[in-house]
T-cell receptor
């Protein structure tokens, strides 16, 4: 299977703490993306990092990418209860089509 | 206005029936997709169309047939529904490679 894996599968933290999620993938990539999915809703794009980038920031989000290890991490700083959701990484398999392969997801629960 | 809209949101039907899910995007994107999310939240691509042309066709039973009448619409028709087809089906669109915009999903339950 090409599907990537995320770690941990579930994470529970208190508001104000930082949350770190990791993603490992199997193929070469052009870019790696992170998405959030609230319960019962569609996925929402958070951030895209290109294969030649090592780190990217967007607000309280920080993403790192290590192509030699085929891994990425998503850090959410100063978490809020509203950050409670499932988080997925997605890779494009390095191909010409935008065929995204999603990871297994991390379920984040932020306790108020 | 919703960017990617799918109908219906919920679908409950008997095994053996045929059903369709419709999707429309008002973002002006050239590419649309169907993804299936199972009960364990695994999300897998099924099909992709670029400007009405099929460009991604994963290993999906031929009971599933996508149709794109124009680049703003991508429908999914499923024949002879089986229990294993129960899932949430997501439509998405993009303009070139990169960010996907997802609809809210259509939850299909086959009894």
């Amino acid at each position: 299977s090409q599907q990537g894996e995320e770690d941990p599968q579930a994470l529970s933290i208190q508001e104000g703490e930082n949350a770190t999620m990791n993603c490992s993938y199997k193929t070469s990539i052009n870019n790696l993306q992170w998405y959030r999915q609230n319960s019962g809703r569609g996925l929402v794009h958070l951030i895209l990092i290109r294969s030649n980038e090592r780190e990217k920031h967007s607000g309280r989000l920080r993403v790192t990418l290590d192509t030699s290890k085929k891994s990425s991490s998503l850090l959410i700083t100063a978490s809020r209860a509203a950050d409670t959701a499932s988080y997925f990484c997605a890779t494009d398999g390095g191909g010409a089509t935008n065929k995204l392969i999603f990871g297994t997801g991390t379920l984040l629960a932020v306790q108020p | 206005d919703t960017a990617v809209s799918q109908t219906p949101k919920y679908l409950v039907t008997q095994m053996g029936n045929d059903k369709s899910i419709k999707c429309e995007q008002n973002l002006g994107h050239d590419t649309m997709y169907w993804y299936k999310q199972d009960s364990k939240k695994f999300l897998k691509i099924m099909f992709s169309y670029n400007n009405k042309e099929l460009i991604i066709n994963e290993t999906v039973p031929n009971r599933f047939s996508p149709k794109s009448p124009d680049k703003a619409h991508l429908n999914l028709h499923i024949n002879s529904l089986e229990l294993g087809d129960s899932a949430v089906y997501f439509c998405a669109s993009s303009q070139g490679p990169g960010e996907l915009f997802f609809g809210e999903g259509s939850r299909l339950t086959v009894l």
